[in-house]
């Protein structure tokens, strides 16, 4: 017992000498430190030979040949295209990456839940709405078919772009009850000279029904118009006041009501489906978490 | 272009500017890793990781040394590295006794005769053995002070310590050199030997 405390205090006292030789070589002592110290070494040989050992060693090492290298290490231009984040971006916290995974785990089933009640329920939704419009059948398939992308795309963007429409959306509903055929034809004129005058207002030299644009061939080209339109729209004006969401209002309720008019099917009010704006919005977030995550762990790793 | 030019280009995006600098720092960068490492392969391949991670992190650098820089990122490369081997030691043993100075004769000192050459190989050569004795921290902290030259503080800085660590881990360091070449002192050509010192206490 004696002897391993013994020994160990040999242990500490020799690591304390060495820490004080070493210093003392590299001129690190204090005056203080130092006048005892060599005070000590003159009337102590075996303190001496120590230091002398240990600067002797360190000459050994420092008289190491350098290695020559063995190649080049410039960077191929290669490097130079590599992503370099912002130095505000970059310091990203050893959290965040795990925050991002358990957010984007949470958004994805919060996602898939929404979507699973929507598919329940959308039997149910459709026979209380049902009523709504009456379905005239005469529809042409065509025009069916392609109706399900536009709604989808005007509806992504108003989502995606501002909240305020979201709100509104539940009005259309009657718009094409309310909005007579001039108004319509207003409005669908307005859009066709928003994008980049691709088409010319045609439209507005008949000033009368709509379902004469719509209904031939070229049909779907129009329709894609109304989601291209709404996007820029939504996107810039959604944020600001009364005006011009007014006039996005209007805007909608055209492009529904013209909508409704041409395809007023068996699905009834399907487009402003509540269901359907939790879906998307569920849906980008969870998109955009998930880009975020991956991109945290690869920072995390990278550190 | 001096230094201070070369870095802000080389923060600007310029590769071809921050390739001035791996020019003027890869033998002192490379050194380090081998000291620390013990083989070639090894050691060119944590330099290049270094020095594309200093590239890529030259936005953080602040001004200060650029060499303290260089010599934490590549320190923490070896580091990384030495814990991968601790966690699987695979790597092959041939490589820790291969130096091969000998292959260039270009390093023998002006007035160096041959075989005063070889047995300054020879003494490296035991000296690198020894080193490779030391644990990661002290081994670090060995090389960054007695080959790289390094004062206390920016050893600190480098392996993000206090002044206090750097001090009593260099102190290990030397001291378990001294007492492995006590030891294996019989490896050291005669003129390299410590004479008239007795071993042991």
Redesign the interface.
């Given at each position: 017992m004696t002897m391993v405390r013994l020994f160990t205090r040999q242990a500490k006292e020799?690591?304390q000498r060495?820490?004080l030789?070493?210093?003392y070589l590299?001129g690190?002592l204090s005056a203080g430190e130092r006048a005892r110290l060599e005070a000590q070494l003159a009337t102590d040989p075996?303190l001496r030979?120590e230091l002398?050992?240990?600067r002797?060693?360190?000459a050994?090492?420092?008289?190491?040949?350098?290695?020559?290298?063995?190649?080049?290490?410039?960077?191929p231009?290669t490097?130079?295209a590599?992503p370099?984040?912002?130095?505000s971006a970059?310091?990203r916290r050893a959290w965040a990456a795990p925050l991002l995974t358990a957010a984007t785990a949470v958004v994805s089933l919060l996602f898939v839940v929404v979507l699973a009640g929507d598919l329940l329920l959308s039997g149910v939704g459709r026979l209380a709405f049902a009523p709504a419009a009456a379905p005239p059948k005469e529809i042409p398939q065509v025009v069916l078919e392609t109706t399900p992308v536009v709604e989808a795309e005007a509806e992504e963007a108003m989502r995606s772009g501002a909240m305020p429409t979201a709100s509104m959306l539940p009005m259309p509903t009657e718009a094409p009850l309310e909005v007579p055929p001039a108004a319509t034809a207003g409005a669908e004129r307005y859009e066709a000279e928003t994008p980049e005058g691709v088409e010319s207002p045609v439209p507005a030299i008949g000033g009368g029904p709509i379902n004469e644009v719509t209904a031939p061939a070229p049909g779907p080209i129009p329709t894609v118009e109304v989601g291209v339109a709404a996007a820029p729209t939504a996107a810039t004006e959604g944020t600001e006041v009364a005006p011009s969401m007014i006039e996005e209002e209007e805007r909608t309720a055209a492009a529904e009501g013209e909508r409704e008019v041409r395809e007023s099917e068996t699905a009834g009010p399907a487009p402003i489906s509540p269901w359907r704006a939790l879906e998307v919005a569920l849906g980008l977030t969870a998109l955009g978490l998930a880009l975020a995550t991956v991109r945290a762990w690869r920072a995390r790793r990278?550190q | 272009m001096d230094e201070a030019s070369l870095i802000t280009a080389a923060q600007q995006g310029r590769v071809d500017a921050f390739n001035e600098l791996v020019l003027a720092y890869q033998h002192q960068v490379y050194n380090l890793a081998y000291r620390i490492l013990g083989d070639p392969a090894s050691a060119a391949d944590a330099t290049q990781e270094a020095f594309i991670s200093a590239y890529q992190n030259i936005a953080r650098f602040r001004g200060g040394s650029f060499k303290s820089y260089l010599m934490r990122i590549v320190s923490n490369a070896c580091y990384d590295e030495l814990r991968r081997r601790k966690r699987r030691p695979t790597t092959s043993f041939e490589d820790f006794g291969e130096v091969d100075e000998e292959a260039n004769p270009a390093l023998i000192n002006g007035g160096e005769g041959p075989e005063e050459y070889a047995e300054r190989q020879e003494m490296a050569r035991v000296i690198q053995t020894g080193i490779e004795t030391l644990p990661p921290d002290q081994r670090i902290t060995l090389v960054l002070s007695d080959v790289q030259g390094l004062s206390y503080q920016e050893i600190a800085e480098a392996t993000g310590v206090s002044l206090g660590t750097v001090k009593s881990r260099l102190a290990r360091a030397r001291g378990k050199l001294r007492d492995y070449l006590r030891t294996h002192g019989e490896l050291l050509p005669a003129r390299y030997r410590l004479d008239g010192v007795s071993p042991g206490e």
């Open positions: 020799r690591k060495d820490e030789l070493s210093a590299d690190q075996a030979a002398e050992a240990l002797h060693t360190v050994l090492v420092r008289d190491l040949p350098p290695v020559p290298i063995p190649r080049n290490f410039i960077l231009p490097v130079a590599r370099r984040p912002a130095p970059r310091p990278r | -």
